[in-house]
T-cell receptor, first 114, second 116 residues
Framework: DAGVTQTPRHEVAEKGQTIILKCEPV?????LFWYRQTKIQGLELLSY??????MEDGGAFKDRFKAEMLNSSFSTLKIQPTEPKDSAVYLC?????WGGGTQYFGPGTRLLVL | GDSVTQKEGLVTLTEGLPVMLNCTYQ???????LFWYVHYLNESPRLLLK?????KRTEHQGFHATLHKSSSSFHLQKSSAQLSDSALYYC??????????????FGIGTLLSVKP
């Protein structure tokens, strides 16, 4: 089975731009997670979907971050407008129903905002 | 709320020495699952090992950890560090069976650097 795929792998944006990151979960997985990875904060949850329904939207990230799950096999994370502090690696992960917490991660998108 | 603490941000070791990465947690749930995920450079993070059984040692790929609910700890250990163990290690907590499904609470991560 194919793993989690994420595109693009690298993104450079100017401050104020809108960027869209994409994720395809493992086929058959019903849970999908978006994380931001930084050295200071570690892995921060941005959004959590179960069977396409938004379960959690990561509180502090609500205002400029919006994740959507258009169908069971595709999700997007929009950052609008971008700020330099958004520079980080964005990871997508998926999990089966009652997967016991085992999440399968994609390779991530490295975002640099100038 | 639930939380995971990894006190060491960076651990630097000489090859061959034992590894111990600390992890403690806080949760109101008695049925907590604890995890260690490893993130090697240029790879995706992946599960290293997990446990929900009190005082039972769990092993995988030379690493081991024992969940101690009395002290809320799940330290990661290895008897002899290898250069290839250099990576970022995350401890994580799930209240499996609770309302949050497969959601994990991650610690800040510990970067393990093994030197020759």
């Amino acid at each position: 089975d194919a793993g989690v795929t994420q595109t693009p792998r690298h993104e450079v944006a100017e401050k104020g731009q809108t960027i869209i990151l994409k994720c395809e979960p493992v086929s058959g997985h019903n849970d999908l997670f978006w994380y931001r990875q930084t050295k200071i904060q570690g892995l921060e949850l941005l959004s959590y979907f179960r069977s396409k329904s938004l379960m959690e939207d990561g509180g502090a990230f609500k205002d400029r971050f919006k994740a959507e799950m258009l169908n069971s096999s595709f999700s997007t994370l929009k950052i609008q407008p971008t700020e330099p502090k958004d520079s980080a690696v964005y990871l997508c992960a998926s999990s089966r129903d009652w997967g016991g917490g085992t999440q399968y991660f994609g390779p991530g998108t490295r975002l640099l905002v100038l | 709320g639930d939380s995971v603490t990894q006190k060491e941000g960076l651990v630097t070791l000489t090859e061959g020495l034992p590894v111990m990465l600390n992890c403690t947690y806080q949760t109101i749930y008695s049925n907590a699952f604890l995890f260690w995920y490893v993130h090697y450079l240029n790879e995706s993070p992946r599960l290293l090992l997990k446990s929900s059984t009190d005082n039972k040692r769990t092993e995988h790929q030379g690493f081991h950890a024992t969940l101690h609910k009395s002290s809320s700890s799940f330290h990661l250990q290895k008897s002899s560090a290898q250069l290839s163990d250099s990576a970022l290690y995350y401890c994580a907590l799930s209240d499996h069976g609770g309302s949050s499904g497969n959601k994990l609470i991650f610690g800040i991560g510990t970067l393990l650097s093994v030197k020759p």
